[in-house]
């Protein structure tokens, strides 16, 4: 048998040829790049030879070979071309970081993402674009055909000072105002605090939340209290007698009927009388009863008429003095007893001349200094006239309703010339805690209302 002559590499050739030229650079460089390319040439020879090869021995082997060879080339183009996502919960608004997480999972990009990962995107006819650039980031509620996402809107300020809010009135607030409080959602029956525009949940409520002055005074619904009268109690004075109880507790029916008659019916609550004068506070012990018809004119002349400058519960009617009227008038008004009795207090703390007799405005030298006069009615109660520029009464006059009792002025701490009267429960000194007081003549009576008196003989 003729043996088979094995040809020379081409590698070894080009070392041959290296060898021949001794230590010329250019001629090594040149055979290492002929034998780089006859080395490639010679492994894709060899490679194609072991395809062919391949195939005529097992022919399952080629084909598992040229399935790999496939797929690799196939992977390859996905990779490098991969394809746009589809709208894939529907056309419509998608927040971006949401549809980018998505696209990682699937495999797919969305070309409007790159740089706008906090943004809102859209989805329409399968095209991707910038919906709106959201400085707050983005909000996914539902994506796409639900039309939910959107971006976040700012946090709202603490709109009415640092302090506490109750938390319905604050998702009114921001949605009036379009704004967030990121606290809110599950709150809104409690209260919420808000600090240097950081919101917070404050307190939650059992039995909701009372809006009375937000950012200052919003707290939580005392638990209702067992109904405690006895007999009659003014609603104010219920309201209050719950306040001291163990614990603090409200009363069902108040503030709407502060004015009236309560009592109970078993456990219930229950307005026992209407008062359309209002209610007056007896003493403990005493049930109470409604004003009557007789009971209090206006403190100023017949067919005389006065604006009310303030009423119950303002700017300084406030703790003792919270159910007192202020009447504006000049100095020197006549003021007449708005119920008859007997004079049981006449001060002049300021005499003319002196400096509260008629300061030019608020001094605080001036408190506990106004001259004033305070008559003692047949229930026990005193009606005190304040402010006085002179008084025409002593102590132990016995005055009818109507009967001059002094002139008013500017004396004392004030602001300006005005009447002030208040109804209080004798408390063996000349100033005691304030209760209702409703006139006959002036049933409507608030801060602004000019009323005429009808204190006629």
């Known amino acids: ?107 797919c990009v969305i070309p409007a993402l790159a740089g706008h990962e906090g943004d809102l995107l859209s989805c329409e006819g399968g095209a991707w674009s910038l919906a709106e650039a959201c400085t707050e980031g983005c909000e996914a509620l539902g994506s796409g055909a639900l039309g939910l996402d959107a971006c976040l809107l700012p946090v709202c300020s603490c709109y009415a000072g640092e302090g506490p809010y109750c938390g319905a009135g604050v998702g009114e607030h921001a949605a009036e105002s379009g704004c967030r409080v990121p606290a809110l959602a599950g709150h809104e029956g409690d209260v919420l605090t808000c600090e240097g525009d950081t919101w917070s949940v404050g307190e939650s409520c059992s039995d909701g939340c009372e809006v009375t002055t937000p950012g200052e005074g919003d707290a939580c619904l005392l638990p209702l209290c067992p109904c405690f009268v006895k007999v009659a109690w003014c609603g104010t004075g219920t309201a209050e007698h719950g306040l001291t109880m163990d614990p603090p507790c409200r009363v069902p029916l108040v503030p709407e009927h502060n004015d009236d008659i309560l009592g109970c019916d078993g456990d219930a609550w229950i307005v026992k009388e209407v008062c359309e004068l209002g209610c007056h506070a007896n003493a403990m012990g005493v049930p109470d009863t409604c ?116 002139l008013s002025g500017n004396s004392g701490y004030t602001s300006g010339p005005h009447l002030h009267i208040q109804l209080q429960n004798d408390c063996g000194i000349w100033f005691c805690q304030s209760v209702p007081l409703k006139f006959a003549d002036a049933p409507n009576l608030a801060k602004g209302v000019k009323a005429t008196s009808g204190n006629c003989p």
């Not at 007997?342 to 001060?347: D, I, L, M, R, T």
Request: with cysteine; net charge negative.
């Open 1 to 107: 048998m003729q043996r088979r002559r094995r040809a020379l590499s081409p590698l070894l050739v080009a070392l041959l040829a290296v060898a021949c030229a001794g230590d010329d650079q250019a001629a090594l460089s040149e055979a290492s790049a002929g034998a780089s390319a006859g080395a490639s040439t010679s492994a894709a020879s060899a490679s194609s030879s072991a395809s062919s090869s391949g195939a005529t021995t097992t022919g399952s082997g080629t084909s598992s070979s040229a399935s790999a060879s496939e797929g690799s080339s196939s992977g390859e183009a996905t990779t490098g071309d991969a394809a746009t996502c589809p709208c894939y919960a529907g056309e419509g608004p998608y927040c971006a970081a949401e549809a980018g997480e998505h696209a990682l999972a699937e495999g």
């Open 291 to 406: 004003n009557d018809e007789s009971s209090y004119r206006l403190p100023f002349a017949c067919g005389a008429a006065f604006t009310c400058s303030q009423g119950n519960n303002g700017s300084s009617h406030t703790g003792s003095q919270k159910y007192a009227w202020d009447f504006a008038m000049p100095k020197g008004t006549p003021v007449h007893a708005s119920r008859g009795g007997v004079v049981a207090y006449a001060e002049v703390r300021s005499p003319p001349g002196s400096q509260c007799y008629d300061p030019p405005g608020i001094l605080e030298a001036c408190h506990n200094k106004a001259n004033f006069v305070g008559i003692r009615h047949a229930d026990g109660t005193v009606a005190l006239y304040l402010h006085l520029q002179s008084l025409k009464v002593k102590v132990g006059d016995v005055v009818k309703q109507g009967d001059k009792i002094g």
